[in-house]
């Protein structure tokens, strides 16, 4: 399909990038939130409204406002929350549960989570609005490891170990790649383990337990990749370093 220029700055580069794109990228509203702004015709470039989210502009030369406003440009932002159990990871909620962003500073502006954790699960949860960097810890090509500790109620032997560990069907038609697993400690008819899955499908280490009828009692992700949560509180939020926002471009795929 030929491209769809709108400036002849972004022609002139031969490059571009499309309007609803660069706007979700300044990290100020969703792409698709974008897309509604500019088809109300309330987005403008040069100073004309645009209405087609598709064309291209040039970042460095154009000037992009919506409302007449220039775009502030949010720097980009990288935050480690540790996600306590019943708050969801979601922006809106139809039934009004908490969420992940109601832990957040409200001045945070546009983040999306780099992953999802789901409403019984704590730990680690990653949001930016660098979507590069969310791509890169989820694109299902680099097999970023998570691990996760998870307490099970159940008969655990190494044959179930094993299992888990070679891959289980969690559907009728998937099976898991393989895991890393290992048994932390033992209590009286319930265990702690150490899980790490290097893909990240809906419920993913629930299913893999149930499949080895085993019930989870508690979930907690403790690291994805490099990035540790550590001692950080439940609830509580911090920006991710220098080093660990390097560590992640760093890391080669399919470790
Ligand atoms: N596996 C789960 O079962 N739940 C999560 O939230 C993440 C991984």
Same mark, same amino acid.
């Given at each position: 399909?030929?491209?769809?220029?709108?400036?002849?700055?972004?022609?002139?580069?031969?490059?571009?990038?499309?309007?609803?794109?660069?706007?979700?990228?300044?990290?100020?509203?969703?792409?698709?939130?974008?897309?509604?702004?500019?088809?109300?015709?309330?987005?403008?470039?040069?100073?004309?409204?645009?209405?087609?989210?598709?064309?291209?502009?040039?970042?460095?030369?154009?000037?992009?406002?919506?409302?007449?406003?220039?775009?502030?440009?949010?720097?980009?932002?990288?935050?480690?929350?540790?996600?306590?159990?019943?708050?969801?990871?979601?922006?809106?909620?139809?039934?009004?549960?908490?969420?992940?962003?109601?832990?957040?500073?409200?001045?945070?502006?546009?983040?999306?989570? =780099?992953?999802? @954790?789901?409403?019984?699960?704590? *730990?680690? $949860?990653? +949001?930016?609005?660098?979507?590069?960097?969310?791509? /890169?810890?989820?694109?299902?090509?680099?097999?970023?490891?998570?691990?996760?500790?998870?307490?099970?109620?159940?008969?655990?032997?190494?044959?179930?170990?094993?299992?888990?560990?070679?891959?289980?069907?969690?559907?009728?038609?998937?099976?898991?790649?393989?895991?890393?697993?290992?048994?932390?400690?033992?209590?009286?008819?319930?265990?702690?383990?150490?899980?790490?899955?290097?893909?990240?499908?809906?419920?993913?280490?629930?299913?893999?337990?149930?499949?080895?009828?085993?019930? =989870?009692?508690? @979930?907690?992700?403790?690291?994805? *990749?490099? $990035?540790? +949560?550590?001692?950080?509180?439940?609830?509580?939020? /911090?920006?991710?370093?220098?080093?660990?926002?390097?560590?992640?471009?760093?890391?080669?795929?399919?470790?």
């Amino acid at each position: 399909m030929p491209r769809r220029w709108f400036s002849k700055n972004a022609a002139r580069e031969g490059k571009g990038v499309r309007l609803a794109r660069y706007i979700s990228k300044c990290g100020i509203l969703s792409r698709s939130r974008a897309g509604e702004l500019i088809a109300a015709g309330k987005v403008q470039v040069n100073g004309k409204p645009v209405f087609d989210p598709e064309i291209r502009i040039s970042p460095v030369l154009d000037n992009v406002e919506i409302d007449r406003q220039p775009i502030a440009r949010r720097p980009p932002t990288y935050i480690a929350l540790n996600k306590p159990t019943g708050v969801i990871t979601t922006a809106h909620d139809p039934e009004g549960r908490p969420t992940v962003y109601g832990l957040l500073p409200p001045d945070s502006g546009w983040l999306i989570p =780099v992953g999802r @954790l789901d409403k019984d699960t704590s *730990g680690l $949860l990653l +949001l930016t609005n660098d979507t590069a960097f969310a791509d /890169r810890v989820t694109s299902p090509t680099r097999k970023v490891p998570k691990t996760y500790l998870v307490k099970v109620q159940g008969k655990i032997t190494d044959e179930t170990v094993d299992r888990l560990q070679n891959g289980v069907a969690i559907d009728d038609d998937y099976v898991t790649l393989p895991a890393k697993v290992s048994i932390d400690r033992r209590n009286k008819g319930t265990a702690w383990l150490s899980v790490t899955i290097f893909e990240g499908k809906y419920r993913q280490v629930r299913r893999m337990c149930e499949a080895v009828d085993l019930h =989870v009692q508690q @979930l907690i992700r403790i690291r994805i *990749g490099k $990035l540790e +949560l550590g001692p950080l509180a439940k609830g509580s939020w /911090r920006p991710l370093s220098e080093e660990e926002k390097a560590a992640v471009f760093a890391e080669k795929p399919g470790t």
